[in-house]
């Protein structure tokens, strides 16, 4: 058996950053708690929008990045042109300080696009730990299934009894090594969360068997399921619920009215996510034309295959996961889509002169703080490059000599009678007549 899911996720990098966020996730639902609106599925998609907007100036950047990219690429081209199949040392030297030159003239980093990324994705990684457990950030919902957990294990036996209901669920993919410790004071905080995070993943099947396994807290259960429901409602759907369970539930229940209209909403779940992954994908800057080398085909022919997979994988996936997560997937993609527009809308309006002589006048700046003056690298880079030249002139004086040196050797020590030998005899012979005449 190995571990449960604690309450809060507890890695050393991404565990901070979830807290933080759960933190702004418990917020939001307080406040909509104190207006009577008590909904984790209305609180997600408040969250989401949120989150991104804090992330806009990222996405600027990176998109400002990629517009600057396209017009780059005409002169990064020539560039790989010019020095296409050369593989010295000289040429590559040579190359990768025009290729910097470039980058210099439009005054951007050619590492700028991956920092906005490394900055960007803890956070999203992080968001989508705090989506998968919601009551360990979320103190309001917690407390909704406190008097159930704490009913639960006043029960005899109620460890082995939970195990089995893990396993008999499958609600986690670990077995619930946590439910073996010993239920005294220093562990009943971990024994208490390791019952709420069960409880959070339990689709509306799994109550109906909580009842079977605690039968004397039917009541309880209930009432606290009630509650849940609530919180956990999404028009009439349960974001605890898998879109694929809602369906196969309304296939037994015989489609009446209600359980129809709960399927086709479960169904459209996983559609939307697909559609609004392909408007994202639609709403991108376009990619930058092919190189001479070709190796920009295989990228873009790579990365078109990317964007026809990655919408499909959404689908397939959205069935299988709880609709909270679906919902999460859908408010990001139509956040992210509504800032793309704008950004494009904007990023058309504006000069990219502009921008470029802001940027060059940035670097300058940072340069002269650091003390490094514009003439100072462009004679650095001309000084390495003569040092480059003069060292293969240099080396290919000495090959010539070692050269001859190998030709005479050859010639003395060519064989009585051999092609060698006859050679040299003829051409000893042509040089005695061209000094007689």
Not at 110 to 117: A, D, I, P, T, W
Not at 245 to 255: D, H, L
Not at 353 to 359: A, G, P
């Amino acid at each position: 058996m190995s571990e449960m899911l604690l309450t809060a996720y507890d890695g050393a990098f991404l565990g901070p950053i979830a807290k933080l966020l759960g933190l702004i996730m418990n917020g939001i639902y307080h406040v909509m708690a104190m207006i009577g609106i008590e909904n984790v599925g209305l609180t997600i998609i408040i969250f989401t929008i949120v989150i991104y907007a804090f992330m806009l100036p990222l996405t600027y950047k990176q998109q400002k990045f990629s517009k600057l990219s396209q017009k780059m690429q005409p002169e990064l081209q020539a560039i790989q042109k010019k020095y296409q199949g050369k593989k010295d040392q000289t040429s590559v030297m040579a190359m990768q300080e025009e290729t910097q030159a470039v980058y210099q003239k439009y005054g951007v980093s050619m590492m700028g696009n991956c920092v906005q990324m490394l900055i960007q994705m803890p956070i999203l990684l992080a968001l989508y730990r705090v989506f998968m457990n919601v009551p360990a950030y979320v103190m309001g919902v917690k407390e909704n299934f406190s008097e159930l957990v704490n009913g639960i294990m006043a029960a005899d036996g109620f460890q082995e009894k939970m195990i089995s209901l893990v396993e008999d669920l499958r609600v986690f993919t670990q077995p619930a090594a946590n439910f073996t410790l010993e239920n005294t004071a220093e562990n009943h905080t971990t024994l208490f969360n390791g019952v709420v995070d069960v409880l959070n993943k339990l689709t509306t099947s799994g109550w109906e068997s909580l009842k079977e396994v605690f039968p004397s807290l039917t009541d309880t259960i209930t009432s606290t399921f009630d509650k849940i429901s609530h919180v956990n409602s999404f028009g009439p759907l349960n974001i605890s619920d898998t879109p694929w369970g809602i369906i196969k539930s309304g296939f037994s229940s015989g489609f009446e009215t209600y359980a129809l209209i709960t399927v086709i909403v479960a169904f459209l779940v996983p559609v939307i996510s697909y559609l609004t992954q392909v408007l994202n994908i639609k709403l991108m800057p376009a990619a930058p034309n092919a190189s001479a080398n070709g190796e920009k085909d295989a990228m873009a022919n790579q990365m078109k295959m990317m964007n026809n997979i990655m919408p499909l994988f959404s689908l397939v996936l959205c069935f299988t996961v709880p609709v909270g997560l679906g919902i999460y997937w859908i408010a990001s993609a139509l956040v992210r889509g509504v800032q793309q527009y704008l950004l494009n809308k904007h990023f058309d309006k504006i000069d990219l002169e502009d921008i470029i002589k802001k940027n060059q006048e940035k670097v300058k700046k940072k340069r002269e703080k650091m003390g490094i003056a514009e003439n100072q690298i462009s004679n650095a880079a001309r000084m390495n490059t003569r040092r480059m030249e003069e060292k293969k002139q240099t080396q290919t004086s000495a090959e010539k000599e070692l050269l001859l040196e190998k030709a005479a050797a050859a010639k003395s020590n060519a064989k009585p009678g051999s092609m060698a030998a006859k050679a040299n005899m003829v051409k000893d012979f042509n040089e005695r007549n061209n000094k007689k005449n």
